[in-house]
């Protein structure tokens, strides 16, 4: 991991060294925190970043680290043939999540920085909380498993907040400090002002057409930015990013004009393939994302763990399946998209469980989804053909329909 983090700071630099850059400034933040981990006196705090905000980690002096996020590296990187064999050879089952395999296997190979402390929740799976409950018996530090029900109301926030303030307490007693959460102000003004420009940029690209962006940058810019929340530097990262997108080609651009607006649900692969070339070269523009959504909830200076707990509560993939649907159609309003990929990680029950439900609502708006099936972190399940070829069908569906409209 380590060797990987200083490839990100080589690569940041080169590209800052010919200006200012949201994406390199983005991957140079990520890699000082990461190798901020292997700091002989570093407290690590093993967390997950898409569902407890990082705010509440960045008053105390110790590194957040996403094992999650560490093993999309690791794949990005060309790590994944040797951490999924590493987590074969223990036996772990090959049908579960493969982010959960590389993960177990990169940390037996011992890859990861150690543990301090390991935070999780249990909604969005399963998986996740019973890798912690294994990482607990290898590092024999204590686990502190969030419970999160499916209820949105005072008792479900009621009960939420009473973990999170354990969970601080636990932050407090491992850093030596006093336990006051205005320590979390701060953190909260920088996340508050973050996501005000990123709304802001979500209105540029409600525009038609939409500023033209490479591959899945605003995905990319949204899982990465995501370790940073609450952090200053992600201010001036988001600030340069929306510099970017107001100069950034509309009319023309690299893709030869926007042609077909789409929305993207869920994830994307991490290693290389040809899906964005291909998008691109067909003049399919992303113009928005549903992970981006999902880390877009206000959050409270007055009531910083209250808040906190309304946020985790908020996520869409713990709420009935109705106000997903119900998000995903005013997006396809507000954006005027002509299409939703959704890029179906097989693994992941918990994101593709309500697809059939989310397709029929599409087809009854006249919106057609396209399911792209596959393995975010094993690149053995992916097919450039088959790729290339169910993407040329769908764009060309697509513009069939926007000449029979017209």
Known sequence: MRSIYEGYLKYADQKLSCGPNARAMLYKAIAGLGLSAFEAKARVVWTTGYSIPM????????????????????????????????????????????????????????????????????????????????????????FYLVDVPLEKDERALDYVESQLRHVFSALCRLTGREENESVLVEPIRNYN?????????????????????????????SMLGSRLLGRPELISIYEQFLRELRRAPREDGPDGGERVRL???????????????????????????????????????????????????????????????????????????DGVVSFTHLPCRQGNGALSLIKQALNEKGVVLMNLEGDICDPTMFSPTRMRREIENYVQILLDRGRMVH
Not at 195 to 219: H, T
Not at 305 to 325: C, G, K, M
Request: some cysteine.
């Open 55 to 142: 705010v509440l980690y960045q008053p105390f002096n110790l590194v957040p680290f996403d094992f999650e996020y560490a093993a999309v590296d690791l794949v990005a990187r060309g790590g994944a043939a040797q951490s999924l064999a590493a987590s074969n050879r223990l036996g772990y089952p090959v049908d579960t999540c493969s982010a959960h395999r590389v993960a177990l296997g990169a940390q037996a190979l011992g890859l990861f920085p150690p543990a301090d402390l390991l935070i999780s929740t249990t909604h969005f799976c399963d998986g996740k909380p019973k890798c912690n409950e294994i990482f607990k018996e290898e590092y024999h530090v204590p």
């Open 193 to 221: 002002r973050v996501l005000s420009l990123m709304m802001e940029i979500n209105r540029l690209r409600c525009q038609k057409p939409a500023p033209y962006l490479p591959a899945n940058r605003g995905l990319t810019m």
């Open 263 to 337: 929305l993207w649900l869920l994830a994307s692969p991490v290693y290389p393939t040809n899906i964005f070339d291909t998008l691109s070269e067909f003049g399919a523009r992303i113009v928005a994302e549903e992970f981006t959504f999902e880390l877009m909830h206000p959050l409270c200076e007055e009531k910083p763990l209250r808040s906190i707990a309304e946020w985790i509560l908020d996520s869409r993939f713990i709420r009935p399946v109705e106000e997903r649907i119900n998000n995903i159609l005013k997006w396809v309003d507000d954006y005027q998209v």
